[in-house]
């Protein structure tokens, strides 16, 4: 009887233990990420712009003193002593003293001025139309044939209408399908050299276009975007300040 009740006292500590272990193995395989080892890399005394608010508006979103790096990845970010408890012995820690640090922005291409243009409509009472003469023109083979097409076109349209020195000219340039074959080379050609041709800039705008406000650019931005090219319109106000685009006449290549 004794054997028998020291036999169940043995198989009882080994359950416990049994028990224990796989207890502890569990609560080791879930614990949670901030607690499997410490930061390699701490900074703190800093000012961190997180850019948690993604709406378009002047709010950084939160800026926090500490941030606390792993593995290339951002353990936590908070205050400097909640930050600091997280530290090992092989943890590196940074005093920042007062500094700011931004997040990586990755945009490979963007357009937030549409945005704040809308925005800046709104606050300061802007128009939504710029009141002048537009024309869309494909593009010469070479920048300078190209300029010589623009001073056509703008001499005609002297010639026809009376252009008021506050009206805008604006010229918008599309790809030609072979030298030009998109927009992205004809944005090239309108700000770097290619080959040996000259580029097309605010300078030699200015010499065809002396007495008003231009603008010249790649297509697809003022109010004629989808108006077929070589025809100039005349682009004026309703009463909410919102384009009424106007045919005009087409200009002879």
């Known amino acids: 009887m004794r054997s028998l009740r020291m036999l169940l006292a043995v198989v009882l500590v080994v359950t416990a233990n049994i028990t224990f272990i796989s207890q502890n193995l569990y609560a080791q395989a879930n614990v949670p990420d901030i607690l499997v080892d410490y930061p390699e890399l701490i900074v703190h005394n800093a000012k961190i712009i997180t850019v948690d608010d993604h709406d378009y508006n002047s709010n950084p979103g939160t800026i926090a003193q500490a941030m606390a790096v792993r593995d290339g990845k951002i353990l936590h970010i908070g205050n400097n002593n909640e930050v600091l408890a997280l530290r090992g012995s092989d943890t590196k820690v940074m005093d920042m003293k007062g500094k700011t640090i931004l997040p990586g922005f990755v945009n490979n291409h963007h357009h937030p001025q549409g945005s704040m243009e809308d925005i800046a409509r709104e606050m300061f009472k802007l128009p939504g139309a710029l009141v002048g003469y537009y024309i869309n023109l494909i593009v010469a083979p070479t920048p300078d044939e190209t300029l010589a097409?623009?001073?056509?076109?703008?001499?005609?349209?002297?010639?026809?209408?009376?252009?008021?020195?506050?009206?805008?000219i604006g010229i918008e340039l599309f790809p030609d399908g072979d030298k030009f074959p998109d927009l992205g080379s004809v944005s090239f050609m309108m700000s770097a050299p290619a080959e040996?041709?000259?580029?097309?800039?605010?300078?030699?705008?200015?010499?065809?276009?002396?007495?008003?406000?231009?603008?010249?650019?790649?297509?697809?931005?003022?109010?004629?975007?989808?108006?077929?090219?070589?025809?100039?319109?005349y682009v004026r106000q309703n009463d909410n300040g919102e384009p009424i685009v106007e045919e005009l006449f087409t200009f002879e290549f």
Not at 198 to 205: C, F, H, K, Q, V
Request: charged share 20%; glycine share 10%; proline share 9%.
């Open 196 to 233: 040996a041709d000259a580029p097309i800039g605010t300078n030699e705008l200015s010499e065809i276009i002396p007495q008003n406000p231009a603008v010249l650019m790649s297509g697809g931005g003022i109010h004629i975007s989808d108006k077929d090219p070589g025809v100039w319109y």
């Open 149 to 168: 097409k623009v001073a056509r076109a703008v001499g005609m349209l002297q010639e026809r209408a009376e252009v008021n020195p506050t009206d805008w």
